[in-house]
Every structure is written in C-alpha cells, then in structure tokens.
C-alpha cells in the first residue's frame, strides 16, 4: 500500500506571498492533518480535515486555511507568508480520525525569505 | 492548560538501555502514542498504551502509569540506528492529540 505522499518537499517563498501545500493520504483513509513543524516546538496541529469538512482546528491565524476533495487528497495554504512561516509541514493520514494511529508522510520544508 | 513534558535530549550508549520519560497534565485522558523521528524524515509510529501496565514490541516497550500522568519508553540493545527524536502524544477527553515537543535521542559508540 503506499504511504502518504507530500509535494512539494521543498519550497522557497518570499514574504508576502501565497503558498499551496499537497497531501495525498494512504488509499481508504479519509482523516487527513495537518502539522507545523519547528526545532524545538515540537509538532503544532494546523487543522484536520474528514470527508471533506474541516473538523478541528489549531490555533493559527486566518492566513492558514486547507481543504479536502472527494478523493480525500488535501491541499494547505498559506497567504501572506511572514518568515516565521519558515518550517517543516507534515501531512498525516489515519482511518478514521487524528486521534487514531497516524501516517506521516516526508513533508513539505518551506522557507521564507 | 494542556501540557506534555519530555527531556529536551538525551545521550546513550550502543548496546545500553535507556528510559525517554513523559509526563503529561490534560483534561482526561484516551490513551498515548510514541513516534519515532528520525532527522529529516516524518514520524513513525512506535506504540500506543491505554491502560496501566508495560507493552513489550521487540527491543522497544512503552509502560502507562495513569493515575501518575506518567510514561516511559524503553529502549533496549541501542543501536546507533537508534538515534532520532522520540515524540509523546495524549489523546486527551476530547480525543484531540496534545504533542510534547520529543526527545532528541542521540546514540554513542
């Protein structure tokens, strides 16, 4: 079965702009999160996504939104991107819900300049 | 609030034991998970404990103390494979996943 897969794994930005984020979970799952991390933060939960609703959310502001289509695949975004946006985003997947065992798949390093 | 507590880092020795502690403060609780990090890669899953008591995988167990808001992960004939951040997390009363910020396992020969 694959695993989940991120892409980009790498981006550079730079302040100011807008950036898209793409997640494609393990087939049959349909719980998808997302995560912020940093050295020494650990890992920041964004947001979770289920049959296509959002159904929990972190504590980021408003500039970080996400999505989910029918094929359960997410997307992430980030608008106005400020340096300390600079980080690893991790992508999990898990059957029923993030509190369940969760996959995670290689993530996106986004650095702002 | 909501908190995990996890060393910051630790060092060991090939072949040695090591305990990585967890102690953890939530509204209720729903079990808890341990990942593995390696540097530059995603976390994997390791264990999960709900009730009291010692879970043995291989060269790895994981014990839950409830009542302390504690756990620990043990590691066991450390190899240098070994080395990468252990992550804890708590499934707290509303089933939401509180993270620690993981322990930075680093393995000597």
């Known amino acids: 079965k694959a695993g989940v897969t991120q892409t980009p794994r790498y981006l550079i930005k730079t302040r100011g702009q807008q950036v898209t984020l793409s997640c494609s979970p393990i087939s049959g799952h349909r719980s998808v999160s997302w995560y912020q991390q940093t050295p020494g933060q650990g890992l920041q939960f964004l947001f979770e996504?289920?049959?296509?609703?959002?159904?929990n959310k972190g504590n980021f502001p408003g500039r970080f939104s996400g999505r989910q289509f029918s094929n359960s695949r997410s997307e992430m975004n980030v608008s106005t991107l400020e340096l300390g946006d600079s980080a690893l985003y991790l992508c999990?997947?898990?059957?029923?819900?993030?509190?369940?065992?969760?996959?995670f798949g290689p993530g996106t390093r986004l650095t702002v300049l | 609030g909501q908190n995990i507590d996890q060393p910051t880092e630790m060092t060991a020795t090939e072949g040695a034991i090591v305990q990585i502690n967890c102690t953890y403060q939530t509204s209720g609780f729903n079990g808890l998970f341990w990942y593995q990090q390696h540097a530059g890669e995603a976390p994997t899953f390791l264990s999960y404990n709900v009730l009291d008591g010692l879970e043995e995988k291989g060269r790895f167990s994981s014990f839950l103390s409830r009542s302390k808001g504690y756990s620990y992960l043990l590691l066991k004939e450390l190899q240098m494979k070994d080395s990468a951040s252990y992550l804890c997390?708590?499934?707290?009363?509303?089933?939401?996943?509180?993270w620690g910020a993981g322990t930075k396992l680093i393995i000597k020969p």
């Open positions: 997390a708590v499934r707290d009363g509303d089933y939401q996943l509180i």
């Open positions: 999990a997947s898990s059957l029923v819900g993030a509190w369940d065992t969760q996959y």
């Open positions: 996504y289920f049959s296509e609703t959002q159904r």
